[in-house]
């Protein structure tokens, strides 16, 4: 079993729906959780990172983490074509001297 | 302009010919690392580097050599590709190892 899990879609939704983007994880030892969203022949971007569990919110964009779930969401509101991309979750479990875990990707398509 | 550069940004070679590729940031961060991307696995770590001089292994360590005498510089070196080495090779730098930036990638093909 991957430490990290994540649906590879792909996911096509309509421009001005809502997107919800999930991971769950097996160790509990994983205390940061990030998201990357990475453009077709790009490198990953970071785009939301969050510590322990909670809400966190920035423009159209709220990362949500379940610890005790081990569930992790990342919701896109009024979703843009501009924001179809591969979005890949990211852990790690100590703040400034742990590598990180990634799951696999979403591949995500905005429709106009 | 803050970046992580990688190059060359593609390369094909053949089986067993030794190939290095660089990697360097103008951000004066400490932690560096390499990851390979490849389609059903995304991205696997393959050596990080705390500081100069400083360097482990990541999930993925077997095949490859680093070496990080300048901060700037952490150049990902094949001693002896194979076929299972075509990738997707990222570099990335960072403050923290969480906050990762990543560079434009390197695809390799080892014929």
């Known amino acids: 079993q991957k430490e990290v899990e994540q649906d590879p879609g792909p996911l096509s939704v309509p421009e001005g729906a809502i997107v919800s983007l999930n991971c769950t994880y097996s160790?509990?030892?994983?205390?940061?959780f990030m998201w990357y969203r990475q453009y077709s022949r790009k490198g990953p971007e970071l785009l939301m990172y969050?510590?322990?569990?909670g809400n966190k919110e920035d423009g159209r964009f709220t990362a949500q983490v379940d610890k005790s779930s081990k569930y992790i969401s990342l919701f896109i509101r009024d979703s843009q074509p501009s924001d179809s991309a591969t979005y890949l979750c990211a852990m790690s479990g100590r703040f400034g001297n742990e590598k990180l875990t990634f799951g696999t990707g979403t591949r995500l398509t905005i429709i106009p | 302009e803050a970046q992580v550069t990688q190059n060359p940004r593609y390369l094909i070679t053949v089986t067993g010919k030794k190939l290095t590729v660089t990697c360097s940031q103008n951000m004066n961060h400490e932690y560096m690392s390499w990851y390979r991307q490849d389609p059903g696995l995304g991205l696997r770590q393959i050596y990080y580097?705390?500081?100069?001089?400083?360097?482990d292994k990541g999930d993925v360590p077997e095949g490859y050599k680093v070496s990080r005498k300048e901060k700037r510089n952490f150049p990902l070196i094949l001693e002896s590709p194979s076929p299972n080495q075509t990738s997707l090779y990222f570099c990335a730098s960072s403050p923290t190892p969480d906050t990762q930036y990543f560079g434009p990638g390197t695809r390799l093909t080892v014929l």
């Open positions: 580097s705390m500081n100069v001089e400083v360097t």
């Open positions: 160790n509990s030892a994983f205390q940061y």
């Open positions: 969050t510590y322990s569990s």
